[in-house]
């Protein structure tokens, strides 16, 4: 009798081991995969994140209700780090060994990406489609980095290459957080000065919360600048924009990047911002609700959340909808490299960006960029090229 006890118990001690060496994946289990986000908040770039993750969660709840992905939940850990890299490294460590997430999405901050990606990348975790279009996000090994649209630096020189042939204008100049996100947009409009033969003037750098732009609009102002790039923080750019028309500035264009084409920005009362371009790698769907995919999308948003649609919406619709296709087609036996098989085949329209796109074995959703202006309150659009190369 003893003898077949203790049979049964090695036996139930092999199946259990069997069964555990089939989910030894982290963030994954008989029932469940855990995915993670650490974003902003509660921070300068707040009005990027808060609605992302509400459409994401939405989308996993939708996943959830009808099953799950071949049998298994989503649950959805998300952390705040304020825009501010030691709290987004603390996070980072919570998400990767404490929760064991599986994988990553809408990580906000381009610096704090770059602090998280040791983490990530030693415990084989997959960061899809940050938030922040940094060119460092497919730098080194990508086996775990998949960007979502084109990076901050095509789209800035994408965006001065219109203006130039628009206004006719042959002085840059910049204003940018002296960080690895400003960087890019300095560099950029540097680098397209040069290539094009124009004249990169001046340049003004600022704290990611910086309130007062008198003294640097001046500045620019005095040194003739005719395009003024931006790489600053959401109210800082609406303050910015909004003093150069206090002191009768107007014959220049101001351009951000993705990072400057925020519904926040568009709705700024009393015009504050009209005029005010952004080259991103996406459409605003605000002029695009006659299209029933748009209009369907906004109004369950709203039904569920109880406010409006937002661009931080499109952009965590964008990455829930791509996490939850690849889960799709990497299959019951989901590992890293299943996930990355499967990641690399997600090719799809997204009606809701108005993007074609196609991850492959770059990592790169979408090449596309997109020149919008604010007229009358919502982003129109009035350009797009293909950073990849073609004119679309």
């Known amino acids: 009798m003893k003898s077949i006890i203790a049979k049964s118990i090695v036996a139930m001690g092999l199946a259990a081991g069997m069964a555990s060496a089939a989910h030894a994946t982290q963030g994954v289990s008989d029932t469940e995969i855990v995915i993670g986000s650490n974003g902003d908040l509660s921070g300068v770039f707040a009005a990027f994140n808060v609605g992302a993750i509400k459409a994401a969660q939405q989308m996993f709840d939708e996943v959830n209700a009808a099953g799950g992905i071949h049998g298994r939940t989503i649950r959805f850990v998300v952390e705040d780090h304020g825009y501010q890299v030691p709290r987004a490294v603390q996070n980072f460590n ?201 209009a369907e999308w906004a109004k369950a948003y709203q039904d569920a959340h109880g406010e409006p649609v937002g661009t931080a919406a499109q952009l965590g619709y964008g990455a829930a909808k791509t996490l939850v296709m690849a889960l799709e087609a990497a299959g019951r036996d989901l590992t890293a490299e299943s996930f990355r098989t499967a990641m690399e085949g997600v090719q799809y329209n997204d009606p809701i960006n108005d993007a074609d796109v196609n991850y492959g074995e770059d990592h790169l959703g979408s090449t596309l960029v997109v020149i919008s202006k604010i007229e009358g309150g919502k982003w129109v659009e009035v350009g797009r090229v293909d950073s990849a190369g073609e004119s679309n």
């Open 94 to 294: 919570k998400l990767v060994n404490s929760d064991q997430v599986f994988a990553m999405i809408l990580n906000l901050g381009t610096p704090h990406n770059i602090a998280g990606f040791p983490l990530m990348e030693s415990k084989q975790v997959a960061n899809i489609s940050p938030l922040t279009a940094a060119r460092q996000m497919l730098e080194g090994n990508i086996d775990y980095k998949y960007a979502g649209f084109s990076s901050y630096y095509d789209q800035v020189r994408a965006g001065i290459r219109h203006l130039v042939e628009e206004k006719g204008a042959t002085k840059l100049c910049s204003m940018y957080i002296p960080s690895d996100f400003g960087q890019e947009v300095f560099e950029a409009t540097r680098d397209e000065a040069e290539a094009a033969g124009l004249e990169y003037v001046d340049e003004t750098t600022h704290r990611p919360d910086e309130q007062e732009f008198v003294g640097s609009i001046q500045k620019l102002r005095d040194s003739g600048c005719e395009i003024v790039t931006m790489g600053i923080a959401v109210r800082p750019t609406i303050i910015a924009v909004g003093t150069a028309k206090r002191l009768g500035w107007t014959d220049v264009s101001f351009i951000g990047s993705s990072a400057g084409m925020n519904t926040a920005i568009a709705k700024v009362p009393e015009g504050v911002t009209e005029g005010y371009y952004a080259a991103a790698g996406w459409v605003d769907f605000e002029n695009r609700m006659d299209v029933p995919e748009v």
